[in-house]
């Protein structure tokens, strides 16, 4: 069972930015998808990035530009780098993680992940 602890989020104003975090309490020598999704006013939980062992990422349309994703060299974090904050990025931060094959491409699919973290809330206000 790997728990994922996220943390970084707050409440900023438009235009901001902020660095949320997620720490896997299982270091694993096997591959992962790594990825944050978010769930907003909208009540559906949407895949913003994610990130594989190997380095690839993959980001939803919506993010792209604004959004970093990143993770530790020992594969045990990652980091969302949120640049130029908008009212609509306000929902709950989620990690999520699920073990992989070296040749998967990560997805952001909410079905695709096992392990899920609490969630982190961010709020931005105009």
């Known amino acids: 069972q790997v728990r994922l602890v996220e943390s970084g989020g707050g409440s900023v104003q438009a235009g901001g930015s902020l660095r949320l975090s997620c720490s896997a309490s299982?270091?694993?020598?096997?591959?992962?998808?790594m990825a944050w999704f978010r769930r907003g006013s909208a009540e559906v939980r949407e895949g913003v990035a994610a990130?594989?062992?190997?380095?690839?990422?993959i980001y939803a349309d919506s993010v792209k530009g604004r959004f970093s994703i990143s993770r530790d060299k020992a594969g045990n974090s990652i980091y969302l780098e949120i640049s130029n904050l908008r009212p609509e990025d306000t929902a709950m931060y989620y990690c999520?993680?699920?073990?992989?094959?070296?040749?998967?491409?990560?997805?952001?699919?909410?079905?695709?992940?096992?392990?899920w973290g609490q969630g982190t809330q961010v709020t931005v206000s105009s």
């Open positions: 299982v270091s694993t020598y096997s591959s992962v998808c």
């Open positions: 999520a993680e699920v073990l992989v094959s070296s040749r998967t491409r990560c997805r952001l699919r909410e079905s695709d992940y096992v392990f």
């Open positions: 990130i594989q062992t190997n380095g690839d990422t």
